[in-house]
């Protein structure tokens, strides 16, 4: 999207020409991907009764997975994220158990802990079934061990597969300079009941055998994609040489609010694309006090910033961070947020509970077992997540130029934040809100489309008419998302094959003297006013 950093865009595309015909990154720009802990999704009973600590095993498996993909499918996802797959440690530590799969000791050795490799290999060949393509996350940073002993801490390395020896790794200091690359680079992360020894991943023996295992593990393991963890406490060298050796997209968590940051990572050529952490902060803010149009700013800072803004991952939840709904559990912001998630530019991600409005804080308690809700589709968050990863697919396949065309605001104000994405004929026009479910009725004038388009709200599948300028009035009412499409559009689709036409809401959440319609209207009037003041 920076025409100045041309060059260096047509390096980074050579660097990850590797990128294999199977799943490349226009593939996988297409599509939208559930994220699950592999330990919390399912078990390979499918019991939900035996009740498990938050830091301990609580026995999800590959089989209980495969067994469950209705569930993801249903949900029109057409690509997951899983847990890491190679053996951890096994010891019960002061920090709690390996069920994330982060404490890498043997690199070459399967997860037992999720099942065997014919479970996982069951899996695989049932997610090709489906078309769902399969990112899996991976440890670069370090290998892991336990200790009680005080810091510095005594690691075995011949414990290690491979890197089985001391020199692989950065001498231990302990990361306290948080804004310091070199810092943050060669010392190592989290001294607490686990040593999470730092790979000397300047070294060109370190890199040769991680390039070599990448590519096994890959081939091994069926990858389509591959998640990088900490990829921002790695060397920037390491990476480019990493994803390519892969021969498979990637994404590199750069836990970075900051523009330059964050988008440094696609102008060096250093990784294809990132989980986008650049508008995460400012859309939970915009729900929680803060402004839409701190959404926007960011938004069009890491389109003018980042080479690709279509190979982000779109993002609310993720198991690093407090459940949106520890903080605010209102359940039309939570839609509010679902829908820009999966209408924004980039790659949607909903991370496993999200659609269940899982309210777990910090880690670990935002990883809580899916099973606790009981894989419920009529979640009114299961509903929308599936109606708009439909009504999205179905955009792209008409048109596919819908992909990579940018969106563009066609209202904004503190409270709202309207966008038009696609090219005419396929476009979405949607409006997220944060007046919460105690918002009150009123219209909004949209713009997007053209005069006297026959237009659907295919959350709630109903029907307006554009007016001579191509405006719409958006029937707003308890904070809902109002997505918008052609009627014509959605054709083919199965969404909305019945409709009614759009009317003002009625006030609900008043308590002592309910307003008719009649003022509903009126409000609505005032309202805009005021929007249009703001
Ligand atoms: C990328 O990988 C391919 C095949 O593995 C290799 O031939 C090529 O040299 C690599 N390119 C870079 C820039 O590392
Ligand atoms: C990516 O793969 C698709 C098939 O899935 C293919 O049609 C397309 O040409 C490929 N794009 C690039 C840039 O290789
Ligand atoms: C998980 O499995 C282990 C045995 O592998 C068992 O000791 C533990 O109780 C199980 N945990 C739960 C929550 O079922
Ligand atoms: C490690 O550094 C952090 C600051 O980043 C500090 O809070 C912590 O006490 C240190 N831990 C040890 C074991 O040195
Ligand atoms: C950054 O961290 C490195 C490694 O810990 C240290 O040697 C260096 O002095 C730090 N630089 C600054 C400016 O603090
Ligand atoms: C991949 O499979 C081969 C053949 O079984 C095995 O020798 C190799 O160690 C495996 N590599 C990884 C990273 O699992
Ligand atoms: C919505 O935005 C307004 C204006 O910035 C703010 O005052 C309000 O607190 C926000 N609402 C929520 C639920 O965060
Ligand atoms: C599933 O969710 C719907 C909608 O919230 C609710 O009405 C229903 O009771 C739930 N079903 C179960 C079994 O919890």
Redesign the pocket.
Known sequence: MRTSVLNVAAAAA??F??IAAAANITEWKSRSVYQLMVDRYARTDGSTTATCEAHLFCNGTWKGLQNNLDYITDMGFTAIQISPVVKNIDDHTAVGDAYHGYWSVDNYAINERFGSKQDYDDLVAELKKRDVLLMVDVVVNNMVQAFTNPVPPKVDYKKFNPFNDEKYFHPYCNVTMWENSTDIQKCWLYPYGVALADLDTERSDVVAEMSKWI?QLVSNYSIDGLRIDAAKHVNDAFL??FV??S?VFAWGEILTGVTIDMCRYQEKGLLPGMPNYLEFYPLNSAFNGGSMQDVLTMKNEANTGCTDIFALGSFIENHDMPRFASVNDDLSLAKNAMAYILLNDGIPTVYQGQEQHFKGNSTPFNREPLWDSGYNKSAPLYVQTATLNKLRSHLIKKTPEYLESASVETLVDRNHLCLKKGPAGGQVVYCISNKSSTGDPYTLNVGGFDAGDAVVEVLGCTTINADGTGTILSYQNQGEPKVYVLASALQGSGLCTTTTAAKPGVKVNSGASPMGMTSGVAMAAALVAAAVLV
């Open positions: 050579l660097a020409s590797g590519k480019p040489t390519n050796a021969g």
